[in-house]
């Protein structure tokens, strides 16, 4: 073999060692292209991790809007709807009449007791007549005495008149002197006055005679009206003191098979509540019994207990098997609207609004905030525009929204009436068996 030389052996020649400007020149190069090739790697992972982030919003967004939410339903249904309020009342009597003495007296005795069906003018009580007997033939016997002072009077004047003509007769011819005429005369006047004094005390005598027979005659306490005792307040033997206040004894209830019942009915609902409307009510001693009503007037004065303002309102009551008795309470219903063979929703569904694509469907996934920007502001998409058609809603108005295959589809309805369940409801384009949306599926809520 032959010796290799000093270049092949890797030995130094000083001929041809590189310039040191070329080895700088060598270095520079190397590290622009170090460079530019970082650069290039962190472009193509950017790009890569873009597109994936792009990829899964893509995806995440039309999942979203391809009818991935599923939604609670319920059909239209059709039918009557009847609207009512709830109060509490009490059963009255049409008429309570309280009985009472105008005289004084001890109680002689008592001819009926609790529940008596009395009749008008039917002796209820007596009370002793003695004193007010005597009271009575003391006046009597006044009258007596006061008509004969009218009957002397009157005999007085007649004598008086003809000795007033004699002394006139004898005046003319000169055989009386002028003051025995006048005295004649006088005598005649004053005898004329004395009728008309004991003619005025005979009167007064025959009033007081009629007093007295009048409370006598008030000894003898009977019924005002026909109907039945609800309380006796008395005892026989008992003495009453009719002076400063008339005391009750009795107190009646005009015919109980026919009542009435007074409800309190709250000012957010009387405005409902007029005269006709049909109602009924229950009371405790009858739990399963409900009893026909009807509303006879609605009165205008407030009664306000503890800031709650309310107003009465009455109501019939036929009694005719006497099963009601006064000062029962009842809980009272109105029948305060009645729609028939009218559309029925849940009132569930007029609450219902489908979720904003804008806050969930177009939220950008979590880690890439930048996809959901553009020029600084929110890339979320605008609110949808389904409602845009149906026009400004009046207060007796509501959106209701009908699942058509897969998307939700609003209506514009009216409101009828409701029952606190269900909404009596109508508007262009509703029909039964549709389904009208209630609220998000469970699955999807949780």
Known sequence: MQPRSDRERGGSDPAHQPDPGQLDVLLANGKRHSRRRRIILLVVGLLLVGGAGLLYLLLFRANAATGAQSYETAPITRGDLKSSITSTGTVEALNNVQVGAEISGRIASIKVDFNDSVEQGQLLAEIDPEQLEAAAAQAQAQVVAARAGVVEARAALVEARLNSERSTALAEKGLLSSKELETATATAKRAAASVQSAQASAAIAAASYDAARSKLGKTEIRAPISGTVLSREVESGQTINAGMQTPVLFVIAEDLRRMRLSSLV??????????????????????????????????????????????????????????????????????????????????????????????????????????????????????????????????????????????????????????????GVEGDGLAERMQVILDLAAAKKE
């Open 266 to 423: 709250d000012e957010a609902d009387v405005g409902t509540v007029a005269v006709g409307q049909a109602a009924s009510f229950t009371v405790d001693a009858y739990p399963d019994h409900t009893f026909a009503s009807e509303v006879l007037s609605v009165h205008n004065v407030p009664q306000v207990t503890q800031n709650v303002v309310s107003y009465e309102v009455l109501l019939s009551v036929d009694n005719k098997d006497l099963l009601l008795k006064p000062g029962m309470t009842a809980t009272v219903e109105i029948v305060t609207a009645l729609q028939r063979n009218v559309l029925l929703v849940p009132n569930k569904a007029l609450r219902f609004a489908p979720p904003t694509p804008s806050r969930e469907a177009m939220r950008p996934p979590p880690g890439l905030p930048f996809l959901g920007k553009s020029g600084g502001k929110s890339g979320g998409a605008k609110k949808t525009g389904a409602l845009d058609g149906l026009g400004k809603l009046g207060s007796r108005q509501a959106v209701l929204w009908i699942l058509d295959g897969l998307t939700p589809k609003p209506f514009k309805v009216d409101k009828l009436a409701t029952d606190g369940v269900q909404t």
